[in-house]
């Protein structure tokens, strides 16, 4: 079928074929967990009574938004949270962490990010890089230490003493831009278990990025008091236009509000204007589209695995978010990686994707994209920073033909695919 629509080699398809055969037992587990997450979602949205008025936006300031607050019921049922922040008025997801911590912490108190250094955004957020003056945690007084992950784990017993005193424990779910795997609800349960053990009155804070409805459950289930994410990843199913989330327990999301908006005000206020349905819609499919994006990633590592580069995770490993990192090991690979994704993209196609700077990362970074909604990479994805070993990180799908279709042509054109 493939070949019907796109000029791929025999060998190319043939490199499907292998990469197929692997992959069958590992979507059948991927399906397993749509299943159980849709029904969830049916559940909560049952469960709160979603009404068909929930689904229209207030203007001006939105006080007694019942669609918003109806919406915000139905995310904090669904991953068993005491209440949640779901707004379009978060601009990305390093904007909704940025209002985590600032929500959580006080000058003088004391963050420990026990899964090494946090993803390239959040070290402007924290104060350890990027411009001074800009307002950084830092430069509020707030104090800062991280234990580096050991051989891809946390250092559980070094988390745990440098938590004692510390205020908020700081978990970054998914791999991010690093050679690691991402935490499965149950090793943050097993995190969390020991930092309270240390310090019982140490708030347990989660970036769940990417991690959203990979696994039957969330890390608000299993220990976390809170977590953010974005809605043009996951929990957005491809339709949300933009916005972030905060769910956990009441009093914390409460604070947060009240730095989101203005200390007073807090979450009573911020009109919904046009977006609450995309919002409900979006994440209401958010389940099938993880599915399908995950099977992009496991695809990706069976079929780069075969062609003789490194990958991570490996096809067969439990997933816990829907990055894929591929170690191209030159410039020109990784660039010619992104040019195919770019190339078999719904929107762009014919664009050519370059690396440049970014704001609030330390090397160049080369993104592809041809998305519905801009840098959502819920859709199909790949990006990289500039630097040894030149790692492509790629993730989203939201269907899986054409993820595949694109990944295969990113692989053919990268000059991946050897003639058999
Ligand atoms: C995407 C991501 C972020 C930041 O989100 P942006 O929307 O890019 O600002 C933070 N942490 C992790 C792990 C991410 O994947």
New binding site residues.
Partial sequence: MLQEFFPFTKAALAANNAAMLRCKEYFERTDEIKEYNQLKMLAAFTGCGVAYNHLQGSTGYGTGDSGRDKLEQVFAMLVGAEAALFRHQF???????AVMLFGLLRPGQRMVAVTGR?????QSVIGLGGQAGNGSLKEFGILYDEIPMVNGKVDIAAAAKACETANVCYI?????YANRNALSPQEIEEIAAAVKMANPGIIVAV?????EFTQKSEPTQHGADIMA??L??NPGGGIAPTG?YIAGKAHLVERCAHRLTAPGVGGEIGATLDVLRSLYLGLYYAPGVVAEAVKAAIYASALFDNLGLAVSPAFNAQRN?I?TAVETGSAEALLGLCKGIQAASPVDSFAIPEASPMP?YEDDVVMAAGAFTT?A?IELSCDGPMRPPYTAYM?GGLNFASAQAGILLAAQKAGLIKNI
């Fill in positions: 601009s990305s997801g390093t904007h909704t962490l946090p993803y390239d955004t959040l970054q779910r998914s791999r991010g970036d769940n990025c990417y991690g994410g974005s043009i990843k972030g978010d990055v609030g840098g990479s993730q």
